[in-house]
């Protein structure tokens, strides 16, 4: 590279010596040599773009998709059953006294005070309303940004990129290796590092997880290619195997796919495997697809070796808008009301995920907005109660505040929801109830949560310091008292009678 500039320069400068006495068409002519060669040396700038784009040309096989793995299959119950009091034992009749000779009155025998048996109150955890932090955008640089500009829409904020016009390619012809090898070599002669340094630079200001970057990676690429969703493919394609994910696409006669692997299993979404790696065909607005035939290649662009890790585990930082929900509830003869706040724009950012493992849910982080407010006012209302209590009055919480109706009856499908998104939307059934009690649970109380996967329905089990009597199971050496969410009215220790036979499956959460 140093070379080729170094001889570059000295032959300009000595053209234009000479060109000082020949005709003007001269300087044309070096002109047109000059570019030719700067665009040459642009072209072959990173050794993996042409051998990439080579590769393109070339390494194409026609391949079925295989069908998305399903969710449980088996079918939910439809109403939930309402579990009954506990009956109040009668007292037990005092004994009938002996009579006695009355002359010899008994001797006076002092028995000592028999303690009482209270529970310790439990220990909350300390609820401190933390400060809902917005993102902060940077500043931009004093020096002027190179290429166009554009603003993009992404949770709830506007954000500005610039970018190199020569990363918007025009896909003119038929889709095949040719056209989609020509996309390749067109970005890659861009200066595309500008715009995936402002994607990074914005990717940590916003704390986002690596969903997160791929979404903002496609909100751009649907900026830039508004109408050709296979242009948006590609884009985000070029971009994330860039940035080092291990991206591919796949075509058919129609449209262009992105498949990309992931650290986590995700269900309900078509794939391939190549050497035992699953590259799914993911979409950013939440909705299935079916592909069927398609053609796609066995190989990844040399370095770009992440798979995406689709836990929540950070906040993604929201410029949006907090709603509200009241949720009301008995409990003990006393009524309980309570303002449930939660984020839309967070709510939007959550229907975008593909569908994962329950454990992920159970390991989701919850937004600040959403938990300040709801911990915040349970925390209240259970000061002074010991442990098995304040777990039963949780439970009345989650089982009779909501609506149960099964993912089949309020989305046509199987869809798991975290927490917030339980809280907002009308209904949930039995996972989305155990996943949002288990968070509580743990974030109020400190008690340690697992969960229990029956075929056809989800509870949740805690482990109690003290004695708590009824349903319970054995993991690692610890008794974890049974506390279903969706069986209602129940208390700490009542299976629900369908399962109470059943032995679940414990789903590890912390």
């Not at 002027?144 to 896909?171: C, E, M, N, Q, W």
């Not at 950070?314 to 949006?320: R, S």
Request: overall charge positive; charged content about 25%; some cysteine.
């Amino acid at each position: 590279m140093y070379s080729l500039s170094k001889n570059l320069g000295i032959l300009s400068a000595v053209v234009v010596m000479a060109s000082l006495n020949q005709p003007s068409y001269a300087n044309d002519d070096f002109s047109k040599w000059k570019q030719q060669t700067q665009d040459s040396f642009q072209q072959y700038k990173d050794k993996r773009d042409k051998e990439f784009t080579s590769f393109l040309k070339k390494q194409w096989k026609e391949m079925a998709l295989l069908k998305g793995i399903e969710l449980d299959p088996v079918p939910k119950p439809v109403v939930m059953p309402v579990a009954r009091p506990e009956p109040v034992k009668p007292p037990t009749p005092e004994p009938t006294p002996l009579v006695k000779d009355a002359s010899k009155p008994e001797p006076v025998v002092k028995l000592p005070p028999v303690p009482e048996d209270k529970p310790e109150p439990v220990v909350l955890k300390p609820v401190t309303p933390l400060p809902v932090i917005k993102p902060v955008i940077p500043p931009e640089p004093k020096l002027v940004r190179k290429g166009r500009k554009i603003v993009i829409s992404y949770l709830g904020g506007h954000y500005t990129f610039y970018y190199d016009p020569k990363l918007k390619h025009a896909l003119n012809q038929r889709i095949n290796e040719k056209s989609v090898s020509g996309f390749w070599s067109a970005l890659s002669l861009a200066d595309y590092d500008d715009l995936i340094d402002q994607v990074n630079e914005r990717a940590k200001v916003l704390q986002l997880n690596d969903w997160a970057y791929a979404l903002l990676v496609h909100d751009i690429s649907r900026k830039l290619y508004p109408a050709s969703e296979s242009g948006q493919s590609l884009f985000t394609w070029f971009v994330l195997a860039k940035a080092g994910y291990q991206s591919r696409i796949a075509y058919n006669d129609n449209q262009v796919y992105l498949l990309v692997p992931s650290q986590q299993a995700l269900y309900a979404v078509p794939y391939f495997t190549f050497d035992k790696v699953r590259y799914y065909a993911v979409r950013f607005d939440g909705k299935g697809q079916k592909l069927g035939q398609v053609y796609t290649y066995d190989g990844n662009y040399p370095d770009a070796i992440k798979a995406l890790n689709m836990q929540l585990n950070n906040e993604a930082l929201v410029n949006g808008n907090a709603a509200r929900r009241n949720l009301a509830f008995d409990f003990e003869g006393k009524h309980y009301e309570i303002r449930a706040v939660y984020d839309n724009e967070r709510i939007r950012f959550m229907e975008t995920y593909p569908q994962l493992d329950l454990e992920w849910y159970f390991k989701g982080k919850v937004s600040t907005v959403a938990s300040n407010s709801l911990q915040k006012q349970l925390s209240d209302h259970m000061k002074g109660m010991d442990e098995q209590k304040a777990v039963n009055f949780l439970l009345r919480f989650v089982q009779t505040s909501l609506r149960y109706k099964t993912d089949e009856g309020q989305f046509g499908k199987e869809n798991y929801l975290f927490p917030e998104e339980t809280i907002f939307y009308p209904y949930s059934d039995c996972e989305d109830r155990s996943i949002l009690f288990a968070w509580l649970v743990h974030s109020l109380l400190g008690m340690d949560v697992v969960g229990l996967d029956y075929p056809g329905h989800v509870a949740t089990a805690v482990h109690f310091k003290g004695k708590v009597a009824g349903d319970a199971v054995m993991y690692n050496g610890k008794r974890y008292v049974v506390t279903d969410p969706t069986y209602i009215n129940a208390s700490a220790g009542m299976a629900m009678p369908d399962f109470k036979k059943d032995k679940p499956g414990v789903i590890k959460i912390r």
